[in-house]
C-alpha cells in the first residue's frame, strides 16, 4: 500500500507558476513509476510527467519545456513545477504511484489538487 498527499495547487494567472508536492508512506525507492497525471472537465486523465525506472522521466507534449518533475529521495516526495501556465492547464492533478509485483501491478492515487489558471 502507498499513501499519496498532493498539495500546492491554486489559482494563478496565465503566465505564472505553480509547484505541487506530492509525499508518499514509503520510501519511492520501491516504487516503480511515480508522476502526475491530470483531469480537466469532460476530459480524460492525461499523463503530465513521470517518473519511470532509474530517474527516466517522460513528459506530456503539451507541458515539455514548462514543467519540471523532481524528487526529493529523503523526503519520499516528488514534486511538479510548473512555469508559463496556461489558461489549457487548468485541471485536477493527480499524483500516482505504480509498484509492479511480478506480472501485475498496482496503481495508487492521491486526492487531487485543483490547479486553475485565468486569462
Known amino acids: 500500500q502507498v499513501q499519496l498527499v498532493e498539495s500546492g495547487g491554486g489559482l494563478v494567472q496565465a503566465g505564472g507558476s505553480l509547484r505541487l508536492s506530492c509525499a508518499a508512506s514509503?520510501?519511492?525507492?520501491?516504487?516503480?513509476?511515480m508522476g502526475w497525471y491530470r483531469q480537466a472537465p469532460g476530459k480524460q486523465r492525461e499523463l503530465v510527467a513521470v517518473f519511470r525506472s532509474g530517474s527516466k522521466t517522460d513528459y506530456a507534449d503539451s507541458v515539455k519545456g514548462r514543467f519540471t518533475i523532481s524528487r526529493d529521495n529523503a523526503k519520499n516526495t516528488v514534486y511538479l513545477q510548473m512555469n508559463s501556465l496556461k489558461p489549457e492547464d487548468t485541471a485536477v492533478y493527480y499524483c500516482?504511484?505504480?509498484?509492479?509485483?511480478?506480472?501485475?501491478?498496482?496503481?495508487?492515487w492521491g486526492q487531487g489538487t485543483q490547479v486553475t489558471v485565468s486569462s
Open positions: 500516482n504511484a505504480r509498484v509492479v509485483a511480478g506480472p501485475s501491478f498496482d496503481d495508487y
Open positions: 514509503r520510501s519511492i525507492f520501491s516504487i516503480n513509476a
